[in-house]
């Protein structure tokens, strides 16, 4: 999608803070960070919603949470931390490209709100 604010980032026309990238996936620092360590995990290719996942996807929802792990190890979370994907609006997706969020680096709460 020409228009997707993430696309534009996976393609290197929007420059985010790279934490990860392979092949297949880019992790940025989140510009609304929400915990100390706040990270987004997208696939370059563009998916909108997690409605929209194929079981031809399932090996790159597979690797985004690989990718979170790794995260996580290389951000110092060694106390723990949370991972969240929302599906539309009332699920709080703002950007419609699947992403996979990473917080950590505080106590998180539950219910998250």
């Given at each position: 999608m020409n228009d997707c604010l993430f696309c534009k980032m996976a393609?290197?026309?929007i420059?985010?803070?790279?934490?990860?990238?392979?092949?297949a996936l880019l992790a940025f620092r989140d510009i609304n960070p929400?915990?100390?360590?706040?990270?987004?995990?997208i696939p370059k290719r563009h998916i909108a919603t997690l409605d929209d996942l194929t079981p031809a996807d399932e090996a790159i929802v597979?690797?985004?949470?690989?990718?979170?792990?790794?995260?996580?190890?290389?951000q110092g979370?060694?106390?723990g931390y949370r991972t969240v994907m929302n599906c539309?609006?009332?699920?709080?997706?703002?950007v419609y490209h699947i992403h996979l969020?990473?917080?950590?680096?505080?106590?998180?709460?539950?219910?998250?709100?």
């Amino acid at each position: 999608m020409n228009d997707c604010l993430f696309c534009k980032m996976a393609r290197g026309e929007i420059k985010p803070d790279i934490v990860f990238e392979d092949e297949a996936l880019l992790a940025f620092r989140d510009i609304n960070p929400q915990a100390p360590v706040h990270c987004l995990i997208i696939p370059k290719r563009h998916i909108a919603t997690l409605d929209d996942l194929t079981p031809a996807d399932e090996a790159i929802v597979g690797r985004m949470v690989r990718a979170a792990q790794q995260i996580a190890a290389t951000q110092g979370l060694t106390r723990g931390y949370r991972t969240v994907m929302n599906c539309k609006s009332d699920g709080g997706q703002a950007v419609y490209h699947i992403h996979l969020h990473v917080l950590g680096g505080r106590q998180m709460s539950w219910p998250p709100g």
